[in-house]
């Protein structure tokens, strides 16, 4: 964890879809394949044991191993059968708070962003002292404050194989962390069609974000080509993250006491990757997804972990 911050936080080469086709292709010559933007609406259960996934469509796929990778919270709340959720292990995972909801602002920018300030480095801009801040009060759309932190990222400047340069074209995200009450009317509302209330507090938000950016780092203002705005809706709509959480369940003693955040689900043949089984952040789902590997299929994971000597 600390050492991949010590090297400048890995990225992708070529970009974060690499991690997709890198992904899919490892399956695909392993003999398997991929559905993409296919809802699942259910894990199907019978007599104790994970034995296949509903679509949306209603069709269903039956495999001897399911893993979820979700998140554990979400997989309880929202795939596991009405009979399951009943449970005393699943009523403790769900009791547990989910985290901080987001929303984020993102950037497109032309030219030499380099000479203008920005770096592959992460930039945190705080406006408070206050470590129990629960997120940016977005409730009164028309009086909006500053947010009370700001994290900018520069992505494209993280991908050594980027065109740099005067013509050159590049990415970045502005985050802040956003309560997801102000949100959860609009839940079950069409992506891209919430309504005119909605659209109006995202012009709001994006302005307001954009002028702190500005005030932040000026020298990029001139940079700026393109704005675009997400909102834990869509966090919420595109991983079904409880409560539009960036990072899971909430990283509480609680959490960490909870003896059902393991790969093992008690359900036989059902299994959990993720964050919630390793760690918070990008580094403890990697470990999360190599303790369900592992869990799965003990016997082919342990010589491949010995070989790489962990």
């Not at 000479?115 to 801009?125: D, I, L, Q, Y």
């Not at 050594?160 to 970045?172: K, L, N, Q």
């Not at 020298?219 to 990072?247: K, M, N, Q, W």
Request: net charge positive; proline share 7%.
């Amino acid at each position: 964890m600390v050492r991949h911050f010590l090297d400048g936080a890995w990225y992708p080469v070529g970009g974060a879809g690499e991690l997709a086709r890198t992904l899919l292709a490892t399956v695909a010559q392993a003999g398997g394949w991929s559905r993409i933007s296919t809802p699942v609406q259910e894990i199907v259960v019978s007599n104790g044991r994970a034995v296949g996934v509903r679509l949306d469509t209603g069709e269903t796929i039956h495999a001897p191993r399911i893993i979820s990778a979700v998140g554990v919270g979400a997989t309880v709340r929202r795939l596991l059968p009405e009979s399951e959720r009943a449970t005393g292990w699943a009523h403790e995972v769900m009791s547990l708070a989910p985290g901080p909801a987001h929303a984020s602002l993102y950037l497109g920018l032309k030219g030499d962003i380099r000479r203008a300030g920005a770096s592959p480095a992460n930039e945190w801009f705080y406006d408070t002292w206050d470590m129990e801040m629960s997120g940016w009060r977005v409730d009164a759309p028309d009086a909006l404050p500053d947010a009370p932190i700001l994290y900018c990222s520069f992505l494209s400047l993280k991908d050594p194989h980027r065109e740099v340069g005067p013509d050159a074209y590049h990415t970045a995200e502005v985050i802040t962390f956003v309560p997801w009450q102000a949100f959860q009317r609009w839940r079950g509302t069409r992506w891209m069609r919430r309504g005119a209330e909605y659209d109006e507090l995202k012009v709001a938000l994006t302005e307001r974000l954009l002028k702190q950016f500005r005030a932040c780092m000026p020298a990029l203002a001139p940079r700026i080509d393109r704005v675009e705005l997400s909102t834990p809706l869509s966090t919420d709509f595109f991983t079904r993250a409880v409560g539009g959480s960036i990072y899971g369940l909430e990283p509480t003693p609680a959490r960490f006491r909870c003896r059902w955040l393991r790969p093992h689900s008690p359900i036989r043949d059902l299994y959990f990757a993720g964050s919630e089984v390793g760690t918070v952040g990008v580094m403890g789902a990697l470990n999360g997804g190599m303790l369900a590997a592992t869990a799965a299929a003990p016997r082919r994971a342990l010589p491949y972990l010995r070989r790489l000597r962990v």
